[in-house]
């Protein structure tokens, strides 16, 4: 199975301040198809995980564009340029390179 | 627009089969595009995938080895459906279960969850 591994666990942010979250992979997550594995989602409390971010970088359909996504191969980052209070909650990473597909830990951000 | 609208008890007892359904509303079970998965989340493991069902010309499953012992997933097409039976079920099974259409890889649209506990 491919691990995930998220830092940090916890973050609290001051609204309008950036954030960022670091996620990586066992192993490279770049396909033969030229596509990367990599996703996003943002669970907030009560609800399913939402898409946030596919293959890496794009912002799934309604995403706000303080949402940003970037890495390759194994490392790979999740920034929000300016934190607002209806970002809270758990970000988790998730691999679909191979089965079983594997999620992060979870990092929870929460606003100070 | 997609919706999967999930059911099932919330309680089963130890070494019973846990039985869930997601009813899909905008799409096929059968489409040559989706995939339908189970995944659940506890304290303990996280988000944990359980397996998935999709249809290419012909129907494939695959299932983590986790629980690949104990675990089915069945398309139902005459419904527009697919369920998730976990056999054999302890207190470890204990979670909030979630159905998910990926599509193209991208988990779009998932059920509203279903926690089942495990216990007598």
């Known amino acids: 199975d491919i691990v995930m591994t998220q830092t940090p666990l916890s973050l609290s942010v001051t609204p309008g301040q950036p954030a960022s979250i670091s996620c990586k992979s066992g192993?490279?997550?770049?396909?033969?198809?030229?596509?990367?594995?990599l996703y996003w989602f943002l669970q907030r409390p009560g609800q399913p995980p939402q898409l946030l971010i596919y293959?890496?970088?794009n912002r799934f359909s309604g995403v706000p564009d303080r949402f940003s996504g970037s890495g390759s191969g194994t490392d790979f980052t999740l920034k929000i340029s300016r934190v607002e209070a209806d970002d809270v909650g758990i970000y988790y990473c998730m691999q679909n390179i191979q089965v079983p597909l594997t999620f992060g830990g979870g990092t929870k951000v929460e606003i100070k | 627009q997609v919706q999967l609208q999930q059911s099932g008890p919330g309680l089963v007892k130890p070494s019973q089969t846990l039985s869930l359904t997601c009813a899909i509303s905008g799409d096929s079970v059968s489409s040559n595009s989706g995939a339908w998965n189970w995944i659940r989340q506890s304290p303990s493991r996280g988000l944990e995938w359980l397996g998935r069902t999709y249809y290419r010309s012909k129907w494939y499953f695959d299932y983590a080895l986790s629980v690949k012992s104990r675990i089915t997933v069945n398309p139902d097409t005459s419904r527009n459906q697919f369920s998730l039976q976990l056999n054999s079920v302890t207190p470890e099974d204990t979670a909030m279960y979630y159905c998910a259409r990926y599509y193209d890889g991208k988990a779009d649209y998932w059920g509203q969850g279903t926690l089942v506990t495990v216990s007598s």
């Open positions: 293959e890496v970088s």
């Open positions: 192993q490279s997550l770049l396909h033969t198809d030229g596509r990367t594995y």
